[in-house]
């Protein structure tokens, strides 16, 4: 099968990327291969850039996500990646992490064509993939134990285990970056694993499956089911998974919960946001203005921590919007691998639908639009980056969520006043604080409530660093420490040692 593809576009792919894209349609990993086909039902992989299908995949069927949790549950329970030395689970981490470096450049290239985001972005998105994978395979062999202070007669021990079979829900915006976080210290601990990326961007899981199997972890232990909505509803009340890690919206996460309820499976949550980015007078105008555009457009805004709400002091609040939207129209909106694209399309028609008459209602309720540079012809799922101005406290685009490029901007008159304007949101995943003067970024970060705060920057995210939110923005943390607390449990172990010598 070839892929449909524009030819400009073919002649671009490596052709490991272009041999992925060519293969017959992607079907479910379960077991250690490819399953062929036992649900008719197809979705189609497009191309946001040009609203090409390029070639179509096999949904899961509920017997397929049935299977897959069997085969997961079995490689758990008879020992074959639990009961492995750690010094063989970090060799085989570290070998897969390298298998994966070596393909990083196609599949950032599949990870651009499948998200619609710049290549330069989809780099950056499997680099910190390997990163993550390489940080928590080092964490396979230091874990340790503890004595538990106990009765001089009893000797205590707590002993982190294993949980079992772990699952992962992601979403379109970095599908491999989101399944690492889950995904590197379930099988650094020993769990197994079961994984449902979105409809909307499957391939790069897909073609990590591939990679499990290259690596040689053995069958069973990563398991991948393509699929929409239904598949991962099946997949979240399937019996027999011991913990359930989503990433997506808040509507979802709750059906998540939901479920998870019935079968009382452990969950963390990793939901949407409304980050504000606070900027006082004081600030390094030229670093505050580069952190809040890389905020809010980078990937078209379709990031969870996107600081799509700018509170700024009313004394520089206009001429900064001026340079802001001035800087804004020299970005340069095209396909993901077009070289020297600084902003893709959105994933889908109906993502650019809903973005757009968020911004029309927006604009109808009294709200000034700045709009940015002027989106590409033709039939990708483009819009132009638009800074909003005049947004009324409480108005539906400054409340709810866009995963778009759209900015608002609301002055602040007092340090109060912008900490009360950027905790009024029933979301808390992150927040930025721009200021020269170090005990303002200490005493408004405190007082923020966000899962994280950046001052004078934004959007690290590194291995160590531990992320989550607040509010309806989740709860539990991934990186990190967090990891290791959330995919393994303590188990505690206690001898009676006998009463002893008398004296
Ligand atoms: P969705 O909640 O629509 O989807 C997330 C995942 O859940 C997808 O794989 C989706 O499948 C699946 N899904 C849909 N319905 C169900 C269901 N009933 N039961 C189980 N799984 C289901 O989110 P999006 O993909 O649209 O992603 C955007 C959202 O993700 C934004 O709100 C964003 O803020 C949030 N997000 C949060 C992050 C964080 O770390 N806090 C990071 C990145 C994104 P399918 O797509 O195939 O329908």
Not at 5 to 17: G, I, M, N
């Amino acid at each position: 099968m070839t892929a449909k593809l524009d030819p400009s576009v073919r002649d671009l792919l490596l052709p490991d990327a272009r041999n992925w894209l060519d293969r017959p349609p992607l079907s479910p990993f379960i077991d250690g291969a490819f399953r062929a086909a036992r649900s008719e039902h197809r979705l189609p992989v497009v191309d946001p850039g040009s609203g090409v299908t390029m070639t179509e995949y096999v949904t899961a069927s509920s017997e397929d996500v049935a299977d897959a949790v069997r085969a997961a549950r079995a490689a758990f329970d008879d020992g074959r990646w639990s009961e492995l030395d750690p010094e063989a689970r970090e060799a085989r981490l570290r070998y897969l992490a390298g298998l994966l470096d070596r393909d990083s450049e196609a599949v950032a290239q599949l990870e651009s064509l499948d998200t619609g985001k710049p290549l330069a972005e989809a780099r950056l998105d499997i680099a910190e993939a390997v990163a993550v994978l390489r940080y928590y395979a080092g964490w396979a062999t230091k874990i340790e134990g503890a004595v538990i202070p106990a009765p001089r007669r009893l000797l205590a021990t707590g002993t982190r285990e294993a949980l079992g079979v772990c699952a992962a829900i992601t979403p379109w915006n970095y599908p491999l970056p989101i399944l690492m976080y889950k995904l590197a210290p379930a099988l650094a601990f020993g769990n197994t694993f079961v994984a449902k990326p979105s409809e909307q961007a499957p391939l790069s899981t897909v073609y990590f499956a591939q990679l499990c199997a290259e690596a040689g972890i053995p069958d069973g232990v990563v398991n991948v089911l393509p699929g929409g909505g239904a598949t991962g509803a099946t997949l979240t009340s399937a019996p027999g998974i011991d913990k359930i890690a989503f990433t997506g919206s808040t509507r979802t996460g709750q059906a998540v919960m939901r479920a998870a309820a019935d079968t009382l499976t452990k969950v963390t949550l990793e939901l949407g946001g409304k980050s504000p980015q606070l900027v006082f007078a004081d600030a390094d105008w030229d670093a505050a203005i580069k952190g809040v555009m890389d905020g809010i457009w980078t990937n078209a805004g379709q990031i969870c921590v996107a600081g799509s709400r700018l509170i700024i002091d009313r004394g520089i609040h206009d001429e900064f919007v001026t340079e802001l939207v001035r800087r804004t129209r020299q970005l340069t909106i095209g396909h993901g691998l077009a070289p020297g694209t600084h902003m893709g399309p959105l994933v889908s028609a109906a993502q650019r639908g809903r973005v757009n008459r968020m911004v029309a209602h927006a604009v109808a309720e009294g709200a000034e639009a700045h709009d940015g540079p002027t989106p590409p012809e033709g039939n990708g799922f483009f819009t132009a980056p638009a800074v909003l101005t005049n947004v009324a406290p409480g108005t539906q685009i400054e409340r709810d969520e866009v995963f778009g490029p759209v900015l608002t901007v609301v002055p602040f008159d007092t340090e109060d006043d912008a900490v009360r304007l950027a905790n009024n949101s029933c979301y808390g995943l992150a927040a930025g604080v721009w200021s020269t003067a170090n005990a303002t970024v200490h005493r408004v970060a405190r007082r923020l409530r966000a899962g994280i705060v950046w001052a004078n920057s934004y959007g690290i995210f590194h291995p160590s660093l531990p992320f989550g939110g607040v509010k309806s923005s989740g709860f539990g943390r991934e990186l990190g420490f967090a990891g290791v607390e959330h995919y393994t449990e303590l188990k505690t172990t206690v001898i009676d040692l006998g009463p002893g010598p008398a004296n």
